[in-house]
């Protein structure tokens, strides 16, 4: 049974690695290059679930969204698309007769280190959208992710199973 979850955590991993590639892969080709502005924020319209974009509740200029706008743009052509045969691989995987771990292992740390190189690009823009602020303006990005992280830890973390449960 062990073994199965292993298996499990595996495939669990690579599903969250594929479906946070998909993010990478809105399609942002209107007017507004996938941004709407409002309220003085700048939220990714693709965005419905809740999450928070780092800007909210700062009031940008136009300027300012503007120079956001053309890092995003730069950001994304400089951005290889989301490598369709690491899916199709990871499937092949995932869909065998019999199951090769090694083989899932390694097409999951693959595709986790191309995972960590788009954060790593997108934490590079969002500094440079960082520095574009004014003074005023980076103490009220930092209060509302305190407000953020206070709210966070807030919520409960989930419950332990027995031992007995994990088998």
């Not at 955590?9 to 946070?20: D, K, P, Q, Y």
């Not at 995987?93 to 199951?99: C, E, G, H, N, S």
């Not at 953020?148 to 994990?166: G, L, N, T, W």
């Amino acid at each position: 049974m062990r073994k199965v979850t292993k298996v499990s955590t595996l495939i669990m991993a690579s599903m969250l690695v594929l479906g946070s590639q998909a993010a990478f892969a809105v399609d942002k080709t209107g007017p507004n290059d996938g941004w709407c502005h409002g309220d003085g924020m700048m939220m990714n319209k693709k965005d419905g679930r809740g999450h928070h974009n780092m800007f909210d509740g700062v009031n940008l200029t136009e300027q300012q969204r503007q120079q956001m706008r053309d890092l995003m743009r730069q950001s994304r052509q400089g951005q290889p698309r989301m490598d369709i045969a690491d899916r199709e691989a990871m499937h092949k995987l995932i869909t065998a007769d019999k199951f090769d771990e090694a083989a899932v292992r390694a097409q999951a740390e693959k595709m986790s280190k191309d995972q960590v190189d788009r954060q790593v690009e997108m934490a590079k823009v969002r500094n440079q959208m960082f520095n574009l602020l004014t003074p005023e303006q980076k103490a009220a990005l930092n209060q509302k992710h305190q407000q953020r992280i206070e709210k966070m830890r807030q919520v409960p973390a989930p419950a332990a199973q027995p031992a007995s449960a994990q088998k």
